[in-house]
């Protein structure tokens, strides 16, 4: 058995005070106009007798011809169901003053009979749209209801598609990494037992500290500075490599590891062994702006060179689209000698 959720019972309780309200507004002028009790359940027993009808409709159509019918296509049934429902309810209304007149002998005029039928038809129309108003209304909730699940199923979506574009960057930075500090072990032992605590310290704060949504700007500077200073263990004398950071307030938050594939690319591809390489990395905060611009010297990878496949900007951009949508710029440019790109983001 379905049980009632709070917000039903409101929505139960709504639409009851408002049928309330509607039998009690005359009852009420009654009293005030008289100031006699007498005349005032004399008028509740009329207009009880004029609205129970239309109420009885809206609920049955509101939560069970709407529901069990309307709305699964039984047009059919729907209608037969309100037309008996209408008649059993109506039945006095409808028959006895004609039933009346006959076993009486009463002559009634042509007028009479005239405003008999235009009475009785207004209120049939006053039933129809009773129900034609119960299935609105439940039509509007429905449908309002199917959009909130339909947003909540997207946000849920975002969120899924967001952990999966973060796990692919920290398996794609640890795996890079890892080959660094392995050529590393066979020339400088020393150097490769330093970068393995520095990778740990990396680690910790890419598995313990990056669950948030939003990170502190400092932890985000100091983890890129430290995976810079990792990257420039690989490096000869022939690269040139500079950072910049100039943070105005370290507490400002901002997506976790969203620049950390692009450093990673232009180690990738900015770096020969046997030519001069520069890279220039730098992070400014401008306000509520921030801007990351990187620029390294460009060496195509080989078509049988697979590391650089373009993954790691590709999840970049599509973090930037889900969590920064409309609010940032990407730049990216490339001649023959530098590879450019820029990330202005309004936080």
Not at 26 to 35: E, N, Y
Not at 45 to 66: D, E, H, K, Q, T
Not at 131 to 153: N, S
Not at 168 to 185: G, K, Y
Request: net charge neutral; proline share 3%.
């Amino acid at each position: 058995m379905k049980q009632i959720t709070k917000k039903e019972l409101w929505l139960l309780l709504m639409q009851l005070a408002v049928w309330a309200l509607v039998l009690a507004a005359p009852v009420l002028a009654a009293f005030i106009g008289t100031r006699r009790w007498t005349t005032s359940v004399t008028t509740f027993f009329m207009v009880w007798g004029i609205l129970r009808s239309p109420i009885v409709l809206y609920f049955a159509n509101f939560y069970l011809l709407g529901p069990f019918l309307f709305f699964k296509r039984r047009f059919g049934l729907f209608v037969l169901a309100n037309v008996a429902l209408t008649a059993l309810l109506n039945y006095s209304f409808f028959l006895i003053p004609a039933n009346t007149a006959a076993e009486q002998d009463i002559d009634i005029p042509a007028d009479a009979w005239i405003g008999l039928f235009a009475g009785m038809f207004s209120y049939l129309l006053l039933n129809i749209a009773v129900i034609a108003t119960a299935i609105g209304i439940r039509h509007f909730l429905k449908i309002r209801t199917i959009r909130q699940q339909l947003k909540e199923a997207e946000q849920r979506s975002t969120e899924a598609e967001l952990a999966w574009l973060k796990n692919q960057i920290n398996p794609h930075f640890l795996f890079n990494t890892l080959n660094n500090i392995s050529s590393l072990t066979q020339i400088e032992p020393d150097k490769a037992q330093d970068a393995i605590a520095q990778l740990s310290d990396l680690l910790r704060y890419a598995m313990y500290e990056t669950n948030k949504e939003r990170v502190a700007l400092s932890g985000e500077v100091e983890f890129m500075g430290n995976y810079v200073e990792l990257m420039k263990l690989r490096c000869n004398e022939q690269t040139d490599v500079g950072c910049q950071f100039s943070v105005a307030n370290p507490q400002t938050e901002v997506a976790p590891l969203l620049f950390i594939s692009l450093i990673e690319n232009a180690f990738k591809h900015g770096v020969s062994s046997s030519r001069p390489s520069t890279i220039s990395i730098s992070l400014t905060q401008d306000d509520d702006t921030l801007t990351f611009a990187c620029d390294n010297t460009n060496y195509p990878k080989s078509d049988a060179d697979r590391s650089g496949s373009g993954i790691g900007l590709e999840n970049t951009r599509r973090r930037l689209e889900l969590l920064y949508h409309g609010r940032y710029t990407w730049e990216q440019t490339q001649d023959e000698l530098m590879y450019h790109i820029k990330i202005t983001l309004k936080l």
